[in-house]
């Protein structure tokens, strides 16, 4: 038995001879030995048994404490691993991207677009749009599905970028954002319970609908191509899932973009399989050639989801999936539960964005900045571990043995360096690799991007000389 296990058993002795419902005290003692840094995300909890009979008590009561705590957030089942403490979903909110952090803050932890060149094309277009004829319609409800308009603009926009060859507007829905696109394909193809695949590391808010949505989650293995083929074959047929969610391009947070051979090779693994595919996409435009999306080989059985968010402007708020035809209707429902319809106002000004060849502009000039970055990034980290692709706006760092990635991750941001670690993106958290998630582009300049850079490598010399518990 090692020492935090026994540590822990002592303790849930100690709460079995407290007042109250005995298994209300012994995840209140659990939830307290997380708090205090007894437990840490990702540890193993011991078995419901052995508890059971070293506290010498019945298991359906540890049973129900367990309960208690996945309901609570506490703790998560991983199929192979058992009960695992959970990354608090506070914490997770708190890494999520809101507005740039000013003052001394170089913080690398958001994907924005590096450029305001999206304020320079929206600022005509705001002043002139009263004189649009669509302008005054927007101040009534729209179609659930978004306006006929915003869904024709996009369609040839596709078509013109070479994403697909065709596309049928009606199949297209209009979202608030593509991570509302997710949400919305999530509800109205699953039920609380059901299995979905993903990368075993993989774009924290799919873990975190999947969580609010009661799916079962579960990781694919990787390589330097992407998910393997091989397990995801042995995961569709164990698993039997709903659905398989990929980010095929410039994967966050890996930064791989899965070549056209393993691209086959997964599409003949779906379609064997039967299984929905869920293409999050959002990262395409960015990618400096054309690659076929998945979806194209599948029609029928693929969710495409695409948006502007990392290309153009996190402020533009509009996504959209291309659905199979018989279940376009069903995604329509789930947004129109959520907000009736799409921002009209948002809609309005991405179509304008897209009629005038401004949207093609922004992202031109977002790709261009880009490069810039990678360039520096390369210069300064290019020796170390790290895998990431001229256009991509993150990149993906192993760490060396020497550091963990919670001190490493602690001691950049003692140094004002804000980055995320691996446990963030990993479907096991308890498996998680030795890694961090650079951002390049959400620190505005590039006189601070190299200093948070040299920072990053300078800390990367050093060594984790910190003793475990430390802190």
């Known amino acids: 038995m090692s020492n935090s296990t026994s540590k822990l058993i002592h303790r849930l002795t100690l709460s079995r001879n407290k007042n109250g419902v005995l298994y209300k005290n012994l995840a209140v003692c659990i939830n307290e030995a997380i708090k205090e840094g007894m437990l840490n995300a990702g540890d193993k909890l011991p078995t419901q048994r052995h508890i059971a009979q070293e506290l010498g008590i019945n298991l359906s009561t540890v049973t129900q404490a367990f309960r208690l705590l ?3 957030g506490a703790i998560i089942t991983r199929i192979g691993s058992g009960c695992i403490v959970a990354t608090p979903w506070n914490d997770i909110e708190g890494d999520y991207p809101t507005a740039p952090i000013g003052g001394g803050s170089l913080d690398m932890t958001v994907n924005r677009p590096a450029t305001e060149q999206y304020l320079k094309e929206i600022n005509p277009i705001l002043k002139t749009l009263n004189s649009d004829q669509r302008y005054n319609n927007l101040q009534d409800y729209q179609q659930p599905m978004g306006p006929i308009w915003v869904r024709e603009a996009i369609a040839k926009w596709l078509i013109k970028r070479g994403v697909f ?5 009606n199949n297209l829905i209009v979202t608030q954002g593509a991570q509302h696109a997710l949400s919305c394909i999530l509800r109205a193809t699953t039920k609380p319970g059901d299995v979905v695949l993903a990368d075993e590391i993989t774009y924290q808010g799919v873990m975190a609908l999947c969580h609010t949505l009661g799916l079962s989650l579960i990781g694919v293995g990787m390589d330097s191509n992407g998910m393997r083929p091989e397990a995801l074959d042995y995961a569709c047929g164990k698993f039997k899932p709903r659905a398989v969610i990929l980010i095929p391009t410039l994967h966050n947070p890996t930064a791989i973009t899965i070549p056209a051979e393993r ?3 997964i ?13 999050d996409d959002v990262y395409r435009e960015l990618y400096d050639s054309n690659i076929e999306p998945l979806s194209a080989s599948m ?14 402007a996190p402020g533009t708020r509009i996504g959209f999936v291309i659905a199979p035809p018989e279940f376009s209707n069903n995604i329509a429902v789930a947004q129109r ?5 799409p921002s009209p106002l948002d809609a ?15 992202i031109n000039t977002n790709r261009k ?5 990678q360039k520096l990034l390369i210069n300064i980290l290019g020796s170390f571990s790290i895998n990431t692709h001229q256009t991509s706006a993150h990149a993906w760092l192993k760490l060396p043995q020497s550091w963990t990635t919670s001190r490493f991750v602690a001691s950049l941001r003692s140094q004002g360096v804000s980055v995320l670690g691996s446990d963030m993106f990993a479907t096991d958290s308890s498996a998680a690799p030795n890694a961090v998630r650079i951002n390049v582009a959400g620190i505005p300049d590039h006189s601070n991007l190299s200093k948070a850079l040299n920072i990053i490598a300078k800390t990367l010399l050093s060594s984790d000389c910190n003793p475990p518990g430390s802190f």
Not at 267 to 279: A, G
């Open 70 to 72: 996945r309901d609570q």
């Open 165 to 169: 060859n065709s596309v049928d507007e």
């Open 263 to 265: 691209r086959a090779d």
């Open 267 to 279: 599409i003949e693994v779906l379609k064997r399989h039967n299984c929905n595919l869920i293409e």
């Open 299 to 312: 029609p029928d059985r693929s969710y495409y989801v695409g948006g502007f968010s990392k290309s153009v």
């Open 337 to 341: 539960i959520d907000l009736w319809c």
């Open 348 to 362: 309005l000004v991405t179509t304008r964005l897209i009629e005038q060849g401004s949207i093609d502009r922004i």
């Open 369 to 373: 900045e880009l490069i810039k970055r």
